[in-house]
């Protein structure tokens, strides 16, 4: 299956409703429809994550997109400029050892999480190493 081609045609639609629509908050999208968005543009070229973050933070604020959205595309933000993250959600493979992405606030970082409804990191790594059948 050639991803290519799909990627590149869902990211130019996302970028016309963001053009036109502003972020595809839950009022204009419905829930589903809002995270949809959100998991294309968390797979989007930085750019347009850049452009979107705003947008997402707006509509968080008016309570028309998810918090933990917000959060994942917040970090994934930052680790694209060479930043920490803030709430631990970016994990790299370096040498085929999965890694968490520098922290901003280590000490608070479960408090952060936990304020979304979002795992304790620890239990978010096994969890994710599971998956990959990975080591730490």
Known sequence: MIIGPVDRDNTARLREIVGR?????????????????WLLVQHAPPDLQEEC????????????ASPVDLAYLTDRVL??????????????????????????????????????GLEPEAENRARLMAARGSRA
């Open 53 to 64: 973050l705003p947008l997402l933070e707006d509509a968080v604020a008016q309570g028309d």
């Open 79 to 116: 680790m694209h400029r060479g930043e920490p993250q803030v709430y631990g959600t970016q994990y790299r493979v370096r040498d085929g050892v999965l890694g968490l992405w520098t922290v901003r606030d280590q000490a608070g970082l479960d408090e952060r999480r936990a304020a979304l």
């Open 21 to 37: 629509h502003g972020w595809p908050g839950c009022q204009l999208a419905g829930a589903a429809g809002a995270h949809a968005a």
